[in-house]
T-cell receptor, first 116, second 115 residues
Framework: GENVEQHPSTLSVQEGDSAVIKCTYS??????FPWYKQELGKRPQLIID?????GEKKDQRIAVTLNKTAKHFSLHITETQPEDSAVYFC???????????????FGAGTRLAVHP | DTGVSQNPRHKITKRGQNVTFRCDPI?????LYWYRQTLGQGPEFLTY????????KSRLLSDRFSAERPKGSFSTLEIQRTEQGDSAMYLC?????????????FGPGTRLTVL
């Protein structure tokens, strides 16, 4: 079935520490894996994404790794800052009828708190 | 603002009433998605439009829900005979139809409260 599991559900770190959030997906046809950050009362904002033809992607303090064999992907935030505090969602694409386009299946989210 | 917009931002209604929400996607995007998000959960896919055609509907979308995108631009989501379980944030997202362009951009959502 279509399922994305995300762990942990909450994560508390000290400013400057690293944070890692892990997700697993079930559909082997998934080929696109975005990460969204959602602050309280605001829209989900894309922070990084990765496609299945690469194993790692980095953008400044944020990196994502993908293991297609194990169906795992992870978000790594280094040198965390208080403004990183938010809920983070992973997602995996699921091809829809006749292909060519995808819907996203989201994890349940990780509430990250970065303490000064 | 050239991002996805949604109206209204908040809607409070009584059980049994009908409600309609509007989504205006990014202007050049031909793909439009509706999601529902409940507290403490990730967004759940409801339906997908490519231009004016509704190509996919989730099993979550009961027959009380209907969505349209009549001219391939804005979309509406209507819920008839609302129930308390319909209370949620309804999010709209859009993406480009360009090959390989999967990125979905979300609107601010409409928060529905059914009393």
């Amino acid at each position: 079935g279509e399922n994305v599991e995300q762990h942990p559900s909450t994560l508390s770190v000290q400013e400057g520490d690293s944070a890692v959030i892990k997700c697993t997906y079930s559909d082997s046809a998934s080929n696109y894996f975005p990460w969204y950050k959602q602050e309280l009362g605001k829209r989900p904002q894309l922070i990084i994404d990765i496609r299945s033809n690469v194993g790692e992607k980095k953008d400044q303090r944020i990196a994502v790794t993908l293991n297609k064999t194990a169906k795992h992907f992870s978000l790594h935030i280094t040198e965390t800052q208080p403004e990183d505090s938010a809920v983070y969602f992973c997602a995996a694409s699921i091809p829809m009828f006749s292909g060519g386009y995808n819907k996203l299946i989201f994890g349940a989210g990780t509430r990250l708190a970065v303490h000064p | 603002d050239t991002g996805v917009s949604q109206n209204p931002r908040h809607k409070i209604t009584k059980r049994g009433q009908n409600v309609t929400f509007r989504c205006d996607p990014i202007s050049e995007h031909n793909r439009l998605y509706w999601y529902r998000q409940t507290l403490g959960q990730g967004p759940e896919f409801l339906t997908y439009f490519q231009n004016e055609a509704q190509l996919e509907k989730s099993r979550l979308l009961s027959d009380r829900f209907s969505a349209e995108r009549p001219k391939g631009s804005f979309s509406t989501l209507e819920i008839q005979r609302t129930e308390q379980g319909d209370s949620a944030m309804y999010l709209c997202a859009s993406s480009s139809g360009l090959a390989g362009a999967n990125t979905q951009y979300f609107g601010p959502g409409t928060r529905l409260t059914v009393l």
